[in-house]
Every structure is written in C-alpha cells, then in structure tokens.
C-alpha cells in the first residue's frame, strides 16, 4: 500500500504541473499575439527607412556622420538581448553561447586585453557575463516592463555616445529574430558603424527619383541616428516575440509530456492496485482454506 501511496502522490504532482504549463501557455500565447502585431508593424518602415537611406548614401560621394567612421576594432561591444525570465527552452542560452562564440572568432585578442564590453538587455545574460566577470555595462532589464521606442532609445542613445567619444570602435548585437512561434532565428548583427548598404550598386542603378527638402548631406545626416535605434528597437522587438514563441512551444511540450508520464504512472498504480488485490484475495483464499482444514 506504500508503493500505492507514493504513486498517488506522483500522479497529483505531476497533474498540478500540468496545470501549470498549460496555463503558462496560453499565457504566452496571449503575449506572443501582441508582441508579434508589434514587429510585424515596424519590419516595414525599418526596411523602407533602410532602403531610402541606402539609395541616398549610394548618391553621395561620402558620409560625414562619424556614426559611419570604419576604425580598427581595438574597443568591443556587444548588445546580447535576451529575457528576464526562462522556461523558455534554449532561448537565453542560444543567445550566450552566439556572443560567446561571436567573440571567440572575432574579438578574442579584445577580451585578453579586457576591451570586450557587454550590455545585456535581459535578466538572462546580465547575470551570466557578470559571474564571469565581464564588464557589463548598466542594468537595462527593467526595458520590458514597458518596452516602447523611448524606453529603447535610451540604450540607443548611450551607446552611440560611447561610439562618437571612442569608448568603442564596433558596436555588435546579438539577438534571436522571429520567424514563427516554433522558430527563431539567432541573428548577429553590426550596429556600429553603420555598415555599407548592401545593395547600394542596386538601388544607384535604379535611379529612384526622390523629391528632397532639405538638402541629401542634411537628411542623410538625420537619418542615420535614425535608422540606428530602429535598427536596436526592431532587435528587442524581435527578441521579446521570440522569448514569448519559444516559452509557448517549450510549455505546450512539457504539458504533452506531463500528459505521457500521467499514462504511464496511471498504468503503474492500476498494476500495483491489481497486485495488491491479487495479493490479499490469496491471503483470504488461504486462511480460510487453513480454518476449514
């Protein structure tokens, strides 16, 4: 009866913990569908403002904005978004092990000489590079308790600070974009200096007629901060919609599997329950057999 016992009391355990996955699912689930209407919203303008931008430099015999300036990389930082909270699967630790491997490859005589800067957006990795002793700068995880442009922009702001008076020489960020609720994408991206567009020889060959007031050099100038905080606003934007796909799909797959064990202790108790009858009915069987004998 002890074994039956502990089997009861597994089976109770694991039904409240699948109570507690499902409810934690469609939680996220109601979070994923707002933060998703959000970065679908702002994929547009930050892809239209990217494309003006590089039709108009491509225009341009150069850039004066020192947001552009190509310097050799001796000072490093990388912005690692993640979450506040886990039960997320591999979300936070795909996006450490992307920065630690981003800075393995390419900026590891930095981190010897200690000009490896961290800023974490994210619970997550601002514990995990301060235990380890990274220099990490500020504490920006109250970001999503209300995530808006402004509230970004502040980050934004620092860092391009830091840029202008040499702190650093290249700004990274690291962050996982969302593609549906069962994928994301782990993406590592320059933020500064801005990198040359990409499609730059397209676009000029294009010869997109635009109707400019004020001048190209003025708006280009004004563009480019710009387009440098939409460009970190849309990769915490992405982030906090992965954060929400990745924590539904990994709770939706722990309730399937609380789901499996309950079957199988369900079915253990009924044996142990038939072998405890089975068990007494001989005993029975027996003792009367001994007082009829």
């Known amino acids: 009866m002890a074994n039956l016992k502990e089997v009861r009391n597994r089976i109770a355990s694991v039904q409240s913990t699948q109570q507690i996955t499902k409810a934690m699912k469609m939680v996220s689930a109601a979070k994923l569908k707002r933060a998703t209407n959000a970065i679908i919203q702002l994929r547009p303008y930050a892809t239209k403002l990217k494309e ?69 957006i994210g619970k997550k990795t601002q514990d995990f590079y301060e235990k380890r002793g990274y220099n990490v700068i500020g504490n920006n995880n109250e970001v999503y308790a209300d995530l808006s442009f402004e509230n970004v922009t502040k980050i934004t702001d620092a860092i391009m600070e830091g840029f202008v008076k040499g702190k650093y020489d290249r700004v990274e960020v690291v962050y996982n974009q969302f593609k549906n609720a069962a994928v994301q994408i782990l993406t590592s991206e320059q933020l500064l200096p801005l990198p040359k567009a990409e499609e730059a020889v397209s676009v000029k060959e294009t010869n997109v007629d635009y109707i400019l007031e004020p001048s190209k050099e003025e708006i280009v100038t004004q563009l480019i901060p710009k387009s440098i905080k939409i460009q970190l606003y849309k990769a915490v934007l992405d982030s906090h919609a992965s954060e929400h796909g990745a924590r539904m799909t990994s709770m939706d797959k722990a309730t399937e599997n609380a789901g499996d064990l309950l079957k199988s202790l369900k079915l253990a108790y009924n044996q142990a329950r038939q072998a405890a009858i089975t068990t007494e009915l001989t005993e029975i069987v027996s003792g009367a057999a001994a007082l009829s004998g």
């Open 52 to 120: 003006i931008l590089g039709n108009l430099s491509a225009s341009l015999e150069g850039s004066t904005s020192p947001f552009t300036e190509e310097r050799v990389p001796t000072k490093v930082l990388i912005v690692a978004v993640s979450s506040n909270r886990g039960l997320a699967g591999a979300f936070n630790m795909n996006v450490i092990k992307t920065t630690n491997n981003l800075i393995a490859e390419k900026y590891s005589e930095q981190l010897k000489k200690g000009n490896v800067n961290i800023v974490a």
